[in-house]
């Protein structure tokens, strides 16, 4: 269960892509898009995530990136991403993200390296030591190539910082064991496993593929929430289609050339990652879902 000591993480997340023009960070269009999610009903915004290609940004663009998005969330809560290889540079990171009003710091394994459980421990209980915000573990071994074990996240759930995981673990029986256990909140990372990270009790979404369909990604946990399932597979159905088609190339380029689309930001992205293709671009824009004629009476419930 959440205990009033941590922030809520409930709710669906934007981990929000990085606008560019002409391979600058475009802030305007950052602003208008956190602004825009905001009215659609989100509840927080991830920052610098692997979304928004924070591999690919210095420092001190990621802080002007942070600004932006603080600025434009109209006080919905923030996290910002944290990620390195280095213990030292991390542990700088982490101690000077302390001075900025976050509602957490979502960090994941240490890449490349393929610590042993004992060295993730030590990683993550260092960080998490370091830190003045809460910490959600970012378990994504397909990115990292280290697989956090549940043994290893229980013994991290009881650093009274560590409050929350963003699952794309891929294994089902530890997402359903961390459920149980309620020590952490227990976030959906993979946009298909939202559904059912919802229904078997977890708490929430940070989902790329909702800058599109926002209203409908947010009544589709708010219906899971309340336990409405059958109401919310006939949003989850439709909304499928929308998330392979964001996925079929490498995020976020597909959801950056839907937001080009719309004419909301440029699709461009930072080497090495390449625009989608137009035929992934077509696909997803072809992508109509039903009208949420419901969607007052969800605000309302
Ligand atoms: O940036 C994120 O946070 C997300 N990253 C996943 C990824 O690794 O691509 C996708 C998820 O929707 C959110």
Request: with cysteine.
């Amino acid at each position: 269960m959440h205990s009033t000591d941590h922030p809520d993480f409930s709710g669906l997340w934007i981990p929000l892509v990085t606008p560019f023009h002409e391979n600058a960070v475009d802030h305007n269009a950052l602003h208008t898009l956190t602004t825009r999610m905001r009215q659609a009903g989100v509840s927080g915004f991830c920052a610098c995530g692997s979304t928004g290609e924070a591999a690919a940004l210095s420092h001190e663009e990621e802080n002007a990136v942070l600004a932006t998005v603080l600025h434009a969330s109209g006080g919905l809560p923030v996290m910002m991403g944290a990620a390195d290889c280095h213990l030292g540079r991390m542990l700088d990171r982490v101690r000077e993200l302390g001075r900025q009003p976050l509602a957490a710091l979502l960090v994941p394994a240490p890449t490349y390296i393929r610590p042993s459980q004992q060295g993730l421990l030590d990683w993550f209980t260092r960080i998490a030591d370091a830190s003045t915000h809460p910490i959600v573990i970012y378990d994504i071994p397909y990115r990292t190539g280290a697989t956090i074990e549940l043994a290893t996240l229980r013994t991290l759930a009881r650093h009274p910082n560590i409050v929350a995981i963003k699952d794309c673990g891929g294994d089902a029986a530890k997402t359903q064991a961390l459920i149980d256990d309620g020590a952490l909140q227990v976030l959906a990372g993979e946009d298909v496993q939202i559904f059912s990270n919802l229904a078997l009790g977890g708490h929430g979404a940070i989902a790329a593929s909702a800058h599109a369909h926002t209203e409908h990604f947010v009544a589709l946990l708010r219906l899971l929430a309340s336990g409405d399932l059958a109401s919310a597979r006939a949003i989850w159905a439709p909304l499928q289609q929308h998330i392979r088609g964001s996925f079929a190339e490498p995020n976020p380029a597909p959801i950056k050339g839907w937001l080009a689309r719309q004419g909301w930001m440029s699709a461009e992205l930072r080497a090495p990652m390449m625009p989608a293709s137009e035929a992934v671009i077509d696909q997803l824009c072809a992508i109509q879902l039903p009208e949420l004629p419901t969607m007052q009476a969800l605000r309302a419930a």
